[in-house]
């Protein structure tokens, strides 16, 4: 048989296998099957092409089969294609449901019995124990300008002269103060002099002028009740007298004349006698006209006048007694507070004086204790003002009072005040020991013992424990003011049972109540309380509940 129709032949074979493989086979075969004569069709036809090509030059007839025999594998190939696709439906038809696949086991861990402990880091700052703040207090003097001062770090010995102050206006001003207080003592004894001529003067000037009121008004009643009417009376007689005596001179003149013309002869005697008669009659008209006067003036003029005077004294005398009655102890009574105000002046004067005086003597600066100096003050040990300072200690520099600007610092001993936040407030007691690090000497280890921890805290969330440190190797090289850090073991259980935090769970509404999620031999889980003790980040303390072993989840769900 030639090479062409022999691979016609094995083409058509190939194609009545694979028609009939999926009935013999059933479906789990046909996928597997179908592929593989798939293959197999494509490998013939390949190798049917390759012998056709070694027989090109034969007639072409052969040409014709061969290409014939190329169709028919094609249409061969592409009914195995038709039958693995009904062999994939019959398959999905006719093959049973498949098996869900199972469930991957969840994490775990187991309750282990090992060594718990918390350990409780604090910051803090050596501190010396004994310390001298240099703050000046002045009473009065303000005018604090710097001429000199000692460097920071420096060491001083007790009474070393720290800063030196320009004094020159403090002494002008004391100089001042002197001069005023003499001034105030002396205008003091003047006022207490005539203070005491008051107190001997007033009771008298007011018994003169009570006197007086008195005596004037006495005046008055005399003269109202009897001097004036006595006046008054003696006027009108006084006139009267002078009238009658007129008259009586007029009628002894009448009568002599009388008498001496009936003599017809005149003589010499009873010419006297008539002339004598004749002036005494005209000496009563005169003296009666002036009486007439006088009474009438009295009782238009003077009279009246008399009595304004004498009512207006009165009435002047009574006023003037009402006046020193007020008047008298008040300016006593003004005069003894003169007096205290002087005292206080004077006291006030003197007083100034002294404190300037202290101020002046201030403000030469000793050094109350030995040790070593540090600008500004210590505020729980640490020294933050110090650059500050130093920009006032210079030549030229004023410092403010009532503020330190120096602390003199003896280095031994020393302690550590340390801040310790409240959540580890439980575990840091008075006589816990503890390590000690110093920040700058990282190999130094020092043993350091709580004195004690503030009752309160010394800011929100922060309590303070000073922790006492020994004299040990190394804390040589310790200065005040270093920071530090304290390392305590504040609760210790050799062999605690364990888990991690996440595989404790706490109940939403009781956050006393802790759950963790049991793993069973069975593979089922199961909710089971427990109760915890201490916990840190990486690890709870179990009380109850769970024993050494126990398997439960690593990580409590959050919808038990």
């Known amino acids: 048989m030639k090479p062409g129709r022999l691979s016609v032949a094995l083409i058509l074979t190939v194609g009545i296998v694979l028609a009939v493989a999926p009935i ?19 490998a013939e036809s390949q190798q049917t092409n390759k012998r056709d090509e070694k027989t090109a030059p034969d007639a072409p007839a052969k040409k014709s089969k061969s290409s014939a025999g190329k169709k028919k594998a094609d249409a061969n190939a592409k009914q195995a294609a038709v039958s693995k696709t009904d062999a994939e439906k019959a398959d999905a038809g006719k093959s049973p449901a498949k098996k869900p696949a199972a469930k991957p086991k969840p994490d775990t861990v187991k309750v282990e019995r090992r060594p718990f402990k918390i350990e409780v880091e604090l910051s803090g700052v050596f501190e010396a124990q004994k310390t001298a703040e240099i703050v000046l207090r002045p009473e009065q003097w303000s005018d604090l300008k710097v001429l000199d001062a000692v460097e920071h770090g420096a060491t001083v010995k007790r009474g070393d002269l720290l800063v030196t102050l320009d004094l020159e206006n ?11 207080l003499r001034s105030k003592q002396l205008g003091l004894k003047l006022a207490e002099q005539q203070l005491k001529t008051l107190e001997a003067v007033t009771p008298m000037e007011l018994a003169a002028a009570e006197r007086s009121n008195r005596e004037v008004q006495e005046d008055l009643d005399y003269y109202l009740e009897t001097e004036r009417p006595l006046n008054l009376k003696s006027a009108e007689y006084m006139l009267k007298s002078a009238e009658f005596r007129k008259e009586y001179a007029e009628e002894e003149l009448r009568q002599l004349e009388k008498m001496y013309k009936a003599d017809e002869l005149t003589e010499e005697t ?5 002339k004598r008669a004749r002036f005494q009659a005209e ?26 005077r004498i009512k207006e004294s009165a ?45 002046r ?13 540090y600008y500004g003050q210590a505020t729980r040990g640490k020294f933050s003002s110090a650059d500050s300072i ?12 009532n503020k330190v600007f120096m602390t003199i610092v003896q280095p031994r001993p020393v302690f550590v005040r340390a801040t310790l936040p409240e959540k580890e407030l439980e575990y840091v007691t008075a006589g816990l020991k503890g390590a000690v690090r110093p ?45 530090c850090k304290v390392e305590f073991l504040g609760y210790v259980k050799k062999a605690a049972l364990t888990l991690p935090p996440k595989a404790v769970g706490t109940d939403p509404l009781d956050d006393t109540k802790h759950y963790v999620m049991v793993l069973a031999k069975d593979g089922k889980q199961k909710k089971r309380p427990v109760e915890v003790g201490k916990q840190t980040d990486e690890a709870v303390e179990l009380l109850k509940g769970l024993k050494e072993g126990d398997e439960v989840l690593a990580e409590y769900p959050d919808d038990k």
Not at 285 to 307: A, G, N, V
Not at 361 to 373: D, H, K, L, Q, Y
Not at 442 to 462: A, F, H, M, Q, W
Request: glycine residues 6%; hydrophobic residues 40%; negative net charge.
């Open 270 to 274: 009873e010419e006297i006698i008539l």
């Open 439 to 483: 920040t700058g000497f990282s190999d130094v280890r020092l043993t350091g013992i709580v004195e004690r921890v503030s009752p309160v805290p010394i800011s929100s969330g922060s309590f303070e424990a000073r922790v006492t440190v020994a004299a040990e190797e190394g804390s040589e090289a310790i200065m005040p003011g270093m920071t």
């Open 283 to 308: 000496m009563s008209r005169f003296s009666y006209e002036l009486s007439k006067i006088d009474h009438q003036r009295l009782l238009e003029t003077d009279l009246p006048r008399r009595d304004r």
């Open 361 to 373: 003597e201030a403000m030469r600066v000793t050094a109350p204790i030995g040790g070593v100096v």
């Open 390 to 401: 130093a920009d006032d200690l210079v030549r030229g520099g004023s410092l403010s009072a």
């Open 315 to 359: 009435k002047l005398a009574s006023l003037l007694w009402q006046k020193a009655r007020v008047t008298l102890p008040a300016e006593l009574k003004q005069q003894r507070i003169l007096v205290e105000q002087q005292r206080v002046a004077e006291e006030r004067a003197r007083q100034k004086l002294d404190e300037v005086l202290a101020d």
């Open 24 to 42: 013999l086979s059933g479906p789990a075969m046909a996928d597997g099957t179908a592929a593989r004569q798939s293959k197999s069709a494509k």
């Open 170 to 180: 403090i002494d002008r001003q004391i100089a001042d103060l002197r001069t005023d």
